[in-house]
């Protein structure tokens, strides 16, 4: 497995599959992280924002990092979400992380209010306190972070290391961050859908962490990109685009339509809030998915 400090491309984040008794479906999970594993990503995170992490239990979260750190079975990196509502219970979910497996954990500020940067400041560095392995920000608008404090955890706490830059205009605020050129961040992300991939790319991104429908399809123009076949790569992103852009439309039960469409999920439930898909959205993802498919890369065998 590569150093974190070489970590690039797709990290691709799963859903959460439910079963039609809305309990997760351990043996689909493990089928998606072969998926997200076969499709030759840099790296998976989980569970966060895409895995519906909120409507889970304490129990449910960390049955998704212990699954999935089998499932992957040590062959690429994983990324362990340990954001909470408060320190402890965030303490709690990196120290079990690690104990597990997760080759990192990840975490937003605490997400039940809008703390001030003394705050965030604590958590980190009680985060950081309670593992070996390296802690990732996930800069989002929720507390944001300006470059020169993201700088300052990375800079005076052990473990901080890796950034999650999603602040808008994300591909501006990683250009900014990336810029300052600190030693003391090892990489930055992006990630808001894939959906500025290439000019965050441009800007001194180290890859993407987005939702694992077309991670195949998302990592192949990372390595287009990295052979120097940009208009190769500039090609089947645009094909993507419109599926990465739907995906902001009709949330994660279009993103689990489509593991459906491509042989990884039994069905597209979810537990969040989101309207249920209607027939003007199943049209339209049909029509997304016309334009997508032929250019798969993985496929069920």
Same mark, same amino acid.
């Given at each position: 497995?590569?150093?974190?400090?070489?970590?690039? @491309? =797709?990290?691709?984040?799963?859903?959460? &599959?439910?079963?039609?008794?809305?309990?997760?479906?351990?043996?689909?999970l493990g089928d998606e992280i072969e998926f997200c594993v076969q499709s030759g990503v840099g790296g998976i995170v989980v569970p966060v924002m895409v895995s519906e992490f909120r409507a889970l239990s304490e129990e449910e979260r960390r049955l998704m990092v212990r699954v999935s750190v089998e499932a992957n079975a040590g062959r690429v990196p994983i990324v362990a979400n340990c954001a909470a509502i408060n320190t402890h219970l965030a303490v709690e979910y990196a120290a079990y992380c690690q104990?597990? @497996? =997760?080759?990192?954990?990840?975490?937003? &500020?605490?997400?039940?209010l809008v703390p001030d940067f003394e705050t965030i400041r604590a958590y980190f560095q009680a985060i950081s306190d309670a593992v070996t392995i390296p802690v990732w920000i996930q800069n989002v608008g929720l507390a944001p972070l300006s470059p020169d404090q993201v700088i300052q955890?990375?800079?005076?706490?052990?473990?901080?290391?890796?950034?999650?830059?999603?602040?808008?205009?994300s591909p501006q605020s990683i250009g900014r961050l990336v810029s300052r050129n600190s030693p003391a961040v090892e990489g930055v992300m992006?990630?808001? @859908?894939?959906?500025?991939?290439?000019?965050?790319r441009e800007r001194g991104s180290k890859g993407v962490v987005h939702a694992c429908q077309f991670t195949d399809v998302v990592q192949r123009i990372w390595d287009l990109l990295d052979?120097?076949?940009?208009?190769?790569?500039?090609?089947?992103?645009?094909?993507?685009?419109?599926?990465l852009v739907t995906e902001q439309l009709l949330g994660m039960a279009y993103a689990k339509e489509?593991?459906?469409?491509?042989?990884?999920?039994?069905?597209?439930?979810?537990?969040?809030s989101a309207h249920p898909l209607n027939e003007h959205d199943m049209k339209e993802i049909d029509r997304v998915w016309a334009r997508i498919e032929p250019h798969l890369i993985w496929h069920k065998k």
């Open positions: 497995m590569m150093k974190p400090t070489e970590w690039s @491309g =797709a990290f691709a984040i799963p859903m959460t &599959p439910f079963d039609d008794h809305d309990r997760i479906d351990e043996t689909i104990k597990v @497996g =997760a080759d990192s954990v990840i975490a937003m &500020p605490p997400y039940a955890l990375c800079t005076e706490i052990e473990n901080v290391r890796w950034v999650k830059e999603e602040v808008n205009p992006g990630g808001v @859908g894939g959906r500025y991939l290439m000019t965050e052979e120097g076949r940009q208009s190769e790569a500039e090609d089947l992103f645009e094909i993507v685009l419109p599926g489509i593991m459906v469409r491509r042989g990884v999920f039994k069905n597209h439930r979810i537990r969040s």
